[in-house]
T-cell receptor, first 111, second 115 residues
């Protein structure tokens, strides 16, 4: 089983739609969680951190469920510019920080 | 946020030549740097982790003699692809992390094409 699993998609949605991505992690010692966005042939860029209390930034909402070891990202009112690959990232603290990337979920937003 | 500079952005080389890619942290001390490879439409694959002043730790399946990593200072790490072949053509990305920090900052990537 992969340490971090994501549905690879692709998700094809119309502009204005709401779309949700899920991510599960296997190591209960996982400490911190992030969503990154990666455009084609570009570096990943931090989108937002994920907390148990939830984290909202404009149209984006991230949520962590530690009991279920599950992370989500919700995008409301999708824009064409949201088309990208969304990476779930988990940090383990095993004496040092170990960063584990999910394989990413591809999103295509169409007019 | 912190800045990580990676260059070159792209390189085209002949088979058999060596290519060096640099990754610099511009405004923080990068105690740990990571090198990734990404093939088209695939996820990031961690190649190796390097801590300043020590030898890099390579992931399983990555040839350390082919992908030479040097992290001699707190602001610079280099990846040298030795005797590059067409199958080494890929997008290479570095990332860096400061001491005690869990956040990663990425370079802009290098597209390597080996003819």
């Amino acid at each position: 089983r992969k340490e971090v699993e994501q549905d690879p998609g692709p998700f094809n949605v119309p502009e204005g739609a709401t779309v949700a991505f899920n991510c599960t992690y296997s190591n209960s010692a996982s400490q911190s969680f992030f969503w990154y966005r990666q455009d084609c042939r570009k570096e990943p860029k931090l989108l937002m951190s994920v907390y148990s209390s939830g984290n909202e930034d404009g149209r984006f909402t991230a949520q962590l469920n530690r009991a279920s070891q599950y992370i989500s990202l919700l995008i409301r009112d999708s824009k064409l510019s949201d088309s990208a690959t969304y990476l779930c990232v988990v940090i383990l603290n095993t004496g040092g920080f170990k960063t584990i990337f999910g394989a990413g979920t591809r999103l295509f937003v169409k007019a | 946020g912190a800045v990580v500079s990676q260059h070159p952005s792209w390189v085209i080389c002949k088979s058999g030549t060596s290519v060096k890619i640099e990754c610099r942290s511009l405004d923080f001390q990068a105690t740990t740097m990571f090198w990734y490879r990404q093939f088209p439409k695939q996820s990031l694959m961690l190649m190796a982790t390097s801590n300043e002043g020590s030898k890099a730790t390579y992931e399983q399946g990555v040839e350390k003699d082919k992908f030479l990593i040097n992290h001699a200072s707190l602001t610079l790490s280099t990846l040298t692809v030795t005797s590059a072949h067409p199958e080494d053509s890929s997008f290479y990305i570095c990332s860096a992390r400061g001491r005690g920090s869990e956040k990663l900052f990425f370079g802009s990537g290098t597209q390597l094409s080996v003819l």
